[in-house]
Nanobody, 123 residues
């Protein structure tokens, strides 16, 4: 059983940067792929970025490509999402999720979820 805890959310002005973290416990973390998803008010949960179990492969949504970077530290059991050039439309609750080995862009493919961290981008 893997437990995930997100942190690092907050309020930032448009054009600013923020890094959110996903700390894992309870499993062999380097066997798990991790995805970041977000849910904005009144919208469906959407894919943001993902990394494979070793970190060699990553994937980004078109809306975040070139602005967001996902990385992982398997010694620290933590995955990071560095968010640059933030826009008001990035405002959402950000969730990390884990699944065995191979990442997916579909939230239904993930077995473990964190509680989420709020990111608010002001215009």
């Amino acid at each position: 059983q893997v437990q995930l805890v997100e942190s690092g959310g907050g309020l930032v002005q448009a054009g600013g940067s923020l890094r959110v973290s996903c700390a894992a416990s309870g499993g062999t973390f380097n066997n798990y792929a991790v995805g970041w998803f977000r849910r904005a008010p009144g919208k469906e949960r959407e894919f943001v970025a993902a990394t494979s179990w070793g970190g060699a492969m990553t994937s980004y949504a078109d809306s975040t490509k070139g602005r967001f970077t996902i990385s992982r530290d398997n010694v620290a059991n933590t995955v990071y999402l560095q968010m640059n050039s933030l826009k008001p439309e990035d405002t959402a609750i950000y969730y990390c999720a884990a699944r065995w080995k191979i990442y997916s862009t579909s939230p239904s493919a993930y077995d473990y979820w964190g509680q989420g961290t709020q990111v608010t981008v002001s215009s």
